[in-house]
């Protein structure tokens, strides 16, 4: 296990051709989601968490006399893909650490590299390319670590939880975002025969789809927090929206009202909750 953080340690492919960097909103557009509806996603989750990040800063990363640099606080974004989240918790949110992303995708963690660098962040970024469920870090390095969307692409989340809090430090904090099993199942029922219809219509015979992508129910991710060595210590749900790739064939005005429709349900709190379509859950390392 690598003892320091040591970016030499790593080889990081260079960006081959033109550098052209798409945050959240860009890569929401591309996929047919407008910017005011992807506002909202965002600050539903990736905003909400944020400051459950950041105040790990107050913290600190332990120190060493020699490695000054060891004293700021580090996080750790599985799945990091591009690093455009990191790099607005760096920015918009004043993250005081250093930030750690892994990615199997050479070509994103590349881009992630590559901006950081332009931005002047290359020294409070370190991009790998591997695997959740084998870091290559040592022990007990991180103070806090984020999987926001994406533990329901990973083959085996419960290994990848596992390794998460391998390399938290005692009383660090896993934070993950994550679909729900269920309100994923009950808007695939609804929308199953729009679905249907578009198939026919494109001359497909079916859907293309990650062959990892498994939402989960608040017992499943219970179950596997507790049995890799964590104590859920906040959760609640968020987002009152249909998936993306169902919303994204509303005109803008049917987004408006489902959009209006959203923060009403939020409005009634508790009682609705059950039809939010996001887990958000804050767990702490146990001694």
């Given at each position: 296990?690598?003892?320091?953080?040591?970016?030499?340690?790593?080889?990081?492919?260079?960006?081959?051709?033109?550098?052209?960097?798409?945050?959240?909103?860009?890569?929401?557009?591309?996929?047919?989601?407008?910017?005011?509806?992807?506002?909202?996603?965002?600050?539903?989750v990736k905003d909400l968490i944020a400051p459950w990040i950041c105040r790990h800063a107050e913290r600190g990363g332990g120190g060493d006399e020699k490695d000054p640099a060891s004293s700021f606080p580090l996080a750790l974004d599985i799945v990091c893909g591009n690093g455009?989240?990191?790099?607005?918790?760096?920015?918009?949110?004043?993250?005081?650490?250093?930030?750690?992303?892994?990615?199997?995708?050479?070509?994103?963690?590349?881009?992630?590299?590559?901006?950081?660098?332009?931005?002047?962040?290359?020294?409070?970024?370190?991009?790998?390319?591997?695997?959740?469920?084998?870091?290559?870090?040592?022990?007990?390095?991180?103070?806090?670590?984020?999987?926001?969307?994406?533990?329901?692409?990973?083959?085996?989340?419960?290994?990848?939880?596992?390794?998460?809090?391998?390399?938290?430090?005692?009383?660090?904090?896993?934070?993950?975002?994550?679909?729900?099993g269920p309100m994923h199942k009950f808007w695939k029922s609804v929308f199953f025969f729009p679905m249907m219809l578009k198939r026919l219509f494109l001359g497909r015979s079916s859907v293309a789809r990650c062959p990892y992508d498994k939402p989960m129910s608040f017992r499943?991710?219970?179950?596997?927090?507790?049995?890799?060595?964590?104590?859920?210590?906040?959760?609640?749900?968020?987002?009152?929206?249909?998936?993306?790739?169902?919303?994204?064939?509303?005109?803008?005005?049917?987004?408006?009202?489902?959009?209006?429709?959203?923060?009403?349900?939020?409005?009634?709190?508790?009682?609705?909750?059950?039809?939010?379509?996001?887990?958000?859950?804050?767990?702490?390392?146990?001694?």
């Amino acid at each position: 296990m690598r003892s320091k953080w040591n970016a030499e340690d790593f080889e990081i492919p260079s960006v081959p051709g033109d550098h052209v960097f798409e945050d959240g909103y860009v890569l929401a557009a591309r996929q047919g989601i407008p910017e005011f509806i992807e506002d909202y996603r965002i600050s539903r989750v990736k905003d909400l968490i944020a400051p459950w990040i950041c105040r790990h800063a107050e913290r600190g990363g332990g120190g060493d006399e020699k490695d000054p640099a060891s004293s700021f606080p580090l996080a750790l974004d599985i799945v990091c893909g591009n690093g455009w989240y990191c790099l607005r918790l760096l920015g918009n949110w004043g993250f005081k650490g250093r930030i750690a992303g892994v990615d199997v995708s050479f070509a994103k963690t590349a881009s992630f590299e590559k901006e950081a660098s332009l931005r002047g962040l290359g020294s409070r970024i370190l991009a790998n390319v591997a695997n959740a469920e084998l870091l290559p870090f040592r022990d007990g390095v991180f103070d806090v670590v984020y999987a926001t969307e994406s533990i329901e692409h990973i083959e085996n989340p419960g290994e990848a939880l596992r390794e998460a809090c391998r390399v938290l430090k005692p009383d660090g904090e896993l934070i993950v975002t994550t679909p729900s099993g269920p309100m994923h199942k009950f808007w695939k029922s609804v929308f199953f025969f729009p679905m249907m219809l578009k198939r026919l219509f494109l001359g497909r015979s079916s859907v293309a789809r990650c062959p990892y992508d498994k939402p989960m129910s608040f017992r499943q991710l219970h179950t596997l927090a507790k049995n890799a060595g964590f104590k859920i210590v906040q959760y609640r749900k968020t987002i009152f929206l249909p998936h993306e790739s169902y919303i994204k064939f509303f005109p803008q005005k049917a987004q408006c009202i489902l959009l209006r429709c959203s923060l009403i349900l939020e409005k009634l709190g508790r009682p609705a909750m059950f039809l939010a379509l996001h887990h958000v859950v804050r767990m702490r390392k146990n001694r």
